[in-house]
């Protein structure tokens, strides 16, 4: 990481999502696998060889559960707002019109307590695989994040990855959400990479 640099040797900033999903038990980090004080103790292990003993300091940390309902299976595993600069989250349930409900919930739940810390929120990882719903980017993805005032301060959401026609989070040209896709990309509420390129001098 100490390599990440600009031409002129500026360190360019890079967000690391350690231990994902930690409310899950898919991994050796996971719910079933390490306590509370476990899991807080990892992440404040991690946060010090990169940040105190390396010297790295253009890292952001960004936690990130999967699907969480309340405040307090959010903060059920935070290691603290000394070790954490950004709230992220992860979801797959985007798969039916309740879960446009659900998942708008839960960001306002999040966006609320990254705002009393002075955080930001994320969607961290988000998608149906293959993407089946024609509509999913404007009718689904969308109305989640516009749910409230709160979630709508969601600053950014990214799909999984793409790896072939058979296994894919975002459209290709031709897919049935492709059409779709470009209504997501021309709402006014969204932002992409073109629109930020004024930033960079």
Same mark, same amino acid.
């Given at each position: 990481?100490?390599?990440?640099?600009?031409?002129?040797?500026?360190?360019?900033?890079?967000?690391?999502?350690?231990?994902?999903?930690?409310?899950?038990?898919?991994?050796?980090?996971?719910?079933?696998?390490? &306590? =509370?004080?476990?899991?807080? #103790?990892?992440? !404040?292990?991690? $946060?010090?060889? %990169?940040?105190?003993?390396?010297?790295?300091?253009?890292?952001?940390?960004?936690?990130?559960?999967?699907?969480?309902?309340?405040?307090?299976e959010?903060?059920?595993?935070?290691?603290?707002?000394?070790?954490?600069?950004?709230?992220?989250m992860?979801?797959?349930?985007?798969?039916?019109?309740?879960?446009?409900?659900?998942?708008?919930?839960?960001? &306002? =739940?999040?966006?609320?307590? #990254?705002?009393? !810390?002075?955080? $930001?929120?994320? %969607?961290?990882?988000?998608?149906?695989?293959?993407?089946?719903?024609?509509n999913?980017w404007?009718?689904?993805?969308?109305?989640?994040?516009?749910?409230?005032?709160?979630?709508?301060?969601?600053?950014?959401?990214?799909?999984?990855?793409?790896?072939?026609?058979?296994?894919?989070?975002?459209?290709?040209?031709?897919?049935?959400?492709?059409?779709?896709? =470009?209504?997501?990309?021309?709402?006014?509420?969204?932002?992409?990479?073109?629109? %930020?390129?004024?930033?960079?001098?």
């Amino acid at each position: 990481m100490d390599k990440i640099k600009t031409n002129d040797g500026t360190y360019i900033p890079v967000i690391l999502r350690p231990y994902h999903e930690h409310n899950h038990t898919w991994a050796w980090w996971g719910a079933n696998s390490c &306590s =509370i004080d476990e899991y807080n #103790a990892l992440w !404040r292990m991690t $946060v010090e060889y %990169l940040r105190d003993e390396s010297n790295l300091h253009h890292i952001l940390y960004a936690i990130s559960p999967q699907d969480i309902s309340s405040a307090d299976e959010y903060l059920s595993r935070y290691p603290g707002d000394e070790w954490v600069d950004i709230f992220g989250m992860d979801s797959y349930s985007l798969w039916n019109l309740a879960a446009i409900t659900n998942l708008g919930e839960a960001l &306002s =739940i999040v966006n609320e307590l #990254a705002y009393e !810390r002075g955080k $930001v929120v994320a %969607l961290t990882e988000v998608g149906i695989e293959n993407v089946p719903i024609a509509n999913w980017w404007t009718d689904y993805l969308l109305e989640a994040i516009k749910y409230n005032e709160f979630s709508r301060k969601t600053v950014w959401a990214l799909v999984w990855r793409n790896h072939n026609t058979e296994h894919h989070f975002a459209p290709y040209p031709g897919h049935a959400s492709a059409t779709n896709f =470009i209504e997501f990309f021309n709402d006014p509420f969204t932002v992409f990479l073109g629109n %930020l390129n004024q930033i960079y001098p």
